[in-house]
């Protein structure tokens, strides 16, 4: 270890720019535990035995359904990334193992949704899904997250599926097993590690989306989280136990998957960067 | 899909082939396909067609041709907004292609230095509020501006510039800045990892080469680190394009449909948002919504076109 004046600079910098990025985050945090009269005599002392308060969560819980919106976002989410790795996979696979007329073509067509904006469809969205008896249901939001997170999916799975060895399917062929099983038993358990990658670009953007569920599904007890917390706070803005409360509510959960996945999470957006 | 399938059952039986039957092709597309064409592309189609017509209060629809668009370009009653939402829309752009992506690019660089010690905790935690949701975001940092908890003026205070304090979301001269700066603050990490990962890629054969010619720090990164991620850079820069051109989240959470105060804060996604579903007074009109999206559509194909033909086209003569 060297004595740099240089690095120490670097590491200042760095230190700054790191309290700059997580400061407002603590904040809320730490605020979301005091009495009303601590938040704003000490804001930025940290809650201890005078201080320490729940009662911003105990009125969270008791004027909404937390519980219920919570629940809404880990099931919008989750069949939607099952459903679009599963759907995503099977067409990566058919357009890069397969050669067939049309094939570029397709995955061109695929393309247009990764730099054309899903939501400035919402209108025609709207008018299907009162058409189809769908607004107000998590089907709706499942059904256009799905359709929103496909095109980048089957480019990430496309290259992933591409390094994964010949051989493997050719031996299985030679052995005549039909291309579902080739698919199902072979190729599919062995992209598992590209779900990381696939989940950083999918499962963000739809937990925190606000649009579709304003515009879905705003009512009914089908709110997602984001639309619970915003119309919440849109109700108490005056009672700031609550508001910090239900911040760190909504914070709480995306940072402790954050903070546990990191490492994946970072790896999959830097590889796919590389591309 | 059943004429985009159709010629590979032909063209599949001429190649020698590896399996009997092209079915599977099929059979492996056929969801994709269907859930991207129907809930993606016909809705985007659908919503061009139906700029293209009027309804009235019975709900009857009438073909106007570019009637709405004559409208939202000349109108007295929507012009003004328009424009006003368009030219708010490019300032919001245009500070996160200076703030964002240079604060970006110098973290990138600094997080890329040889041996740094933690490199990987810094970049954990600077691209931490990007994880976040926008309106968390929003909510947060209207919480810490807001002069009645009296944070940010205390802060401000600490460092000796509390006279500089003022109620910067509230105020119309300041407040578009303020909301472009707190979706700076939250995805400055997207371009610093994805300019992090483009200097990682750059060899060091060619870093030292420069080294050894003679070239100082500030000539390796101007001659060699910079030309080699351009085409980074004009990824980000494309990315930053369609993010913006398409926000609403944000303004929405912190100064609500009317993006107040007089508009002020007012970009395409809230114009959107309002002419679509309407707002108090205003009553929502879904073929003018449609309207304002493929005005938008327009806008950001514009600038994928410019992207694709002229920006990435120069980026690989240059490389190459």
Known sequence: MTFRPGRIAVHIALILYTILALGPILLILINAFKTRRAIFADPLGLPNGQTWTTIGFDRVFANSDFGLYFFNSLTVTLVSLVLIVLIGAMAAWALTEYKFTGNTLLSLYLAIGIMVPIRLGSVSILRMMVELNLVNTLTALILVYVAQGLPLAILILGEFIQQIPKDLRDAARCDGVSEYRIFFSIILPLISPAIATVAVFTMVPVWNDLWFPLILAPGDGKQTITLGVQQFIGQYVTDWNAVLASLTLAIAPVLVLYLLFSRYLVRGLTAGAVK | ?320
Request: zero cysteines.
């Open chain 2, 1 to 320: 899909m059943t004429d985009l399938t159709a010629p590979s059952v032909q063209s599949t039986d001429v190649v020698p082939a590896r399996s009997r039957f092209p079915l599977h092709i099929a059979v492996f597309l056929a969801p994709a396909l269907a859930i991207y064409t129907l809930f993606s592309i016909y809705p985007l189609i659908d919503t061009i067609r139906l700029s293209l017509y009027a309804g009235d209060e019975t709900g009857a629809r009438s073909f106007v041709g570019l009637q709405n668009f004559q409208t939202l370009l000349s109108d007295p009653n929507w012009s003004g907004q328009f424009w006003n939402a368009l030219r708010n829309n490019l300032v919001f752009f245009a500070i996160h292609m200076v703030v964002q992506n240079g604060i970006g690019l110098g973290l990138a660089m600094l997080l890329s230095l040889p041996r740094l010690t933690g490199g990987s905790v810094y970049r954990t935690l600077i691209f931490l509020p990007t994880m976040l949701s926008v309106v968390i975001i929003g909510f947060i940092w209207q919480l810490i501006l807001n002069p009645l908890w009296g944070i940010a003026p205390s802060l401000l205070k600490a460092v000796g510039l509390g006279s500089f304090f003022g109620p910067w979301l509230g105020q119309e001269s300041t407040a578009l800045l303020t909301v472009s700066l707190i979706s700076v603050w939250q995805f400055v990490g997207i371009p610093m990892m994805l300019i992090y990962a483009a200097l990682l890629n750059i060899p060091d054969d060619l870093l030292d080469a420069a080294t050894v010619d003679g070239a100082g720090p500030f000539s390796v990164f101007w001659f060699v680190r910079l030309p080699l991620i351009l085409p980074t850079l004009g990824v980000v820069s494309i990315l930053t394009f369609v993010a913006n051109f398409n926000a609403f989240d944000l303004i929405y959470a912190v100064k609500g449909a009317l993006a107040g105060p007089n508009f002020s804060t007012d970009i395409l996604g809230t114009f959107f948002y309002r002419t679509f579903f309407g707002f108090q007074l205003q009553v929502g009109s879904p073929t003018m919504g449609a309207a304002v999206a493929t005005a938008m559509l327009v806008i950001i194909l514009i600038g994928v076109l410019i992207y694709l033909f002229g920006v990435q086209r120069r980026l690989q003569r240059h490389t190459f």
